[in-house]
């Protein structure tokens, strides 16, 4: 240990000396210090079961290498409220700051999306977002009744008013944004003191966001993140798949071929594959289908527009059934999603090239059923009748043909010589009617 004596101190040269060693020591001190990181993770699309757990799994990996922030970009129009619970109480819960940021430009946190912003640590926006619209919606064939519906909603409200409470944001316009759905663009959030902070793009937000203090685990934490570095969280197969399942044109495209799956199984028994790979499919979809704000009544149709499609192998309505489905199908996509207050629909590109697309594969495979069961047959002794042959013997009445390869005992209405040719008329009891074929 280097010790330095009083009258050194006094020296002006030793107290240069000392300020020289402790300005090195605090250099070297900077120099080995870790670099600080910020986790940039991308939230996109409805709130489901498999994004809660990205981001989730986000906000541990961020937790392991005490990362200075983790930083969800967010643009989604809502979801499921499980889904956003669980999203809510692991960033409540965050041993690292997390900053919600509603980007980008033209992105939005509708619905379940409030409360995600609200939960954040740090609430920021782009400019050219919006948020709010935080009115639940039931699901799917679910209804409610006067009563039910208040319960849901008193009870969204006072979630949505304790996260804003917790974070110190205007609680007030937060309950007005589940009960009359209102939505606010960016600068208005800001003046309303819903989100703190607009920004242009990541490196804007570090930079404005660095130096201010949140609240971490009942503690006060200064964040520190103008030269951090920014490490984007990428999406594993796993996520991704969960999440394109969640996609509402994917979800219908899964189950319309999973319906052909099954019919072509149905009308073909004995393809398998058809089957197997159509029931894969329709379990996927159902599995989206608890993610998207579902019409029954769309469901119905399209199931419906199944089974017409369907009956028009086994009964003869000249193409009247096909077209009933076909306009059924159309119906069912349309109204497949409640699309008010949610913004969830199918792309108007997907739905013409689907329904057209599947509309062809079910009017052709019923025309082939058709045409198979209007063919004459051509085994057995249904297929012997229209046959030529020629007699072996005179036929008065009765006697022997030579028909198809094969030696048959015959009768007809009329004497036939030997050697002339006849057709077959009918067979009865393994005797053919025969007749003379009249020659030109």
Not at 170 to 184: G, L, P, Q, T
Not at 218 to 237: M, R
Request: contains cysteine.
């Amino acid at each position: 240990m280097l010790k330095i004596s009083s009258p050194l101190l006094r020296h002006p040269l030793g107290v240069a000396l000392l300020v020289i060693l402790s300005f090195g020591i605090l250099t070297a001190a900077w120099a080995t210090e870790k670099p600080r990181e910020v986790f940039v993770l991308t939230a996109t699309g409805s709130i489901n079961p498999g994004l809660a757990e990205f981001i989730l799994e986000g906000i541990k990996n961020a937790e392991k290498v005490q990362a200075e922030a983790l930083v969800i970009a967010l643009d989604t129009p809502g979801g499921l409220d499980t889904s956003m619970r669980q999203i809510v109480q692991g960033i409540l819960n965050a041993k690292v700051p997390v900053v919600v940021y509603v980007h980008p430009r033209g992105g939005r946190a509708a619905s379940a999306g409030l409360m995600i912003t609200l939960a954040g640590h740090v609430a920021a926006m782009t400019p050219g977002t919006n948020i709010g619209a935080a009115h639940p919606v039931a699901l799917g064939a679910q209804k409610m009744d006067k009563e039910m519906a208040a319960k849901v909603v008193n009870d969204m409200v006072a979630y949505v008013r304790s996260l804003a409470t917790e974070r110190g944001r205007n609680a007030d316009w937060a309950e007005k944004a589940v009960r009359e759905s209102v939505s606010i663009s960016a600068n208005e959030a800001q003046k309303l003191k819903v989100v703190d902070v607009l920004a242009d793009d990541i490196p804007d937000l570090l930079k404005k966001i660095d130096g201010r203090t949140v609240r971490l685990n009942q503690t006060s934490h200064i964040l520190k993140t103008a030269q951090a570095i920014v490490i984007p969280v990428e999406e594993g197969l796993r996520h991704r798949v969960l999440r394109h399942l969640a996609d509402p044109n994917i979800a219908m495209i899964l189950m319309m071929i999973g319906l052909a799956g099954l019919y072509f199984e149905l009308s073909h028994p004995g393809a398998i594959l058809p089957g197997v790979l159509g029931g894969i499919c329709l379990l996927l979809a159902f599995y989206a289908f608890q993610t998207l704000p579902v019409n029954f009544i769309g469901i119905m149709l399209i199931a419906l527009a199944f089974i017409f499609f369907l009956l028009e192998i086994y009964v003869t309505s000249y193409g009247m059934l096909s077209i009933a489905g076909i306009v059924s199908l159309t119906l069912g996509v349309l109204m497949l999603y409640q699309t008010e207050g949610t913004g969830v629909r199918v792309s108007l590109t997907v739905l013409v090239t689907t329904v057209a697309a599947v509309s062809a594969f079910f009017v052709a495979i019923s025309s082939l059923a058709v045409r198979a069961q209007l063919r004459k047959p051509i085994t057995g002794t249904a297929g012997l009748v229209g046959e030529r042959g020629v007699t072996l013997a005179d036929l008065n009445p009765d006697g022997r043909v030579l028909v198809h390869g094969e030696y048959w005992d015959a009768v007809a209405e009329e004497f036939i010589p030997q050697g002339e040719q006849v057709e077959v008329v009918k067979v009865k009891n393994l005797q053919v009617v025969v007749r003379r074929i009249t020659k030109n």
